[in-house]
């Protein structure tokens, strides 16, 4: 069973930037696609990026294209979400997952971590 545990999350002012990161514990990282989701208060969980576990495809939401980048270091099992030029509508727990298809959508994720809450005050 693949564990994620994600970190990075906090308080930044609106404008700023933060870098979460997601590490997995299992042997076979390389071989999923891995994302980013989140959920604010409220309000359903929503798709936010993607990074196929091979070449260099990548997917974001409409909401967050030019500010946040997804990157992954299969080396260190990590996945990375850069978030710059945050806005308060940013606020929510935000969540990896990894899954073996592609694209990623949240019903085919195969393993989920349990989330790190990022809040950006205006």
């Known amino acids: 069973q693949v564990q994620l545990v994600e970190s990075g999350g906090g308080l930044v002012q609106a404008g700023g930037s933060l870098r979460l990161s997601c590490t997995a514990s299992?042997?076979?990282?390389?071989?999923?696609?891995a994302g980013w989701f989140r959920q604010a208060p409220g309000k359903e969980r929503e798709f936010v990026a993607a990074?196929?576990?091979?070449?260099?495809?990548?997917d974001y939401a409409d909401s967050v294209k030019g500010r946040f980048t997804i990157s992954r270091d299969n080396a260190k099992n990590t996945v990375y979400l850069q978030m710059n030029s945050l806005k308060p509508e940013d606020t929510a727990v935000y969540s990896c997952?990894?899954?073996?298809?592609?694209?990623?959508?949240?019903?085919?994720?195969?393993?989920w971590g349990k989330g790190t809450l990022v809040t950006v005050s205006s």
């Open positions: 299992g042997r076979t990282f390389s071989r999923y696609a």
């Open positions: 997952g990894l899954a073996n298809r592609w694209p990623l959508i949240s019903g085919a994720i195969n393993y």
């Open positions: 990074h196929s576990w091979s070449g260099s495809s990548t």
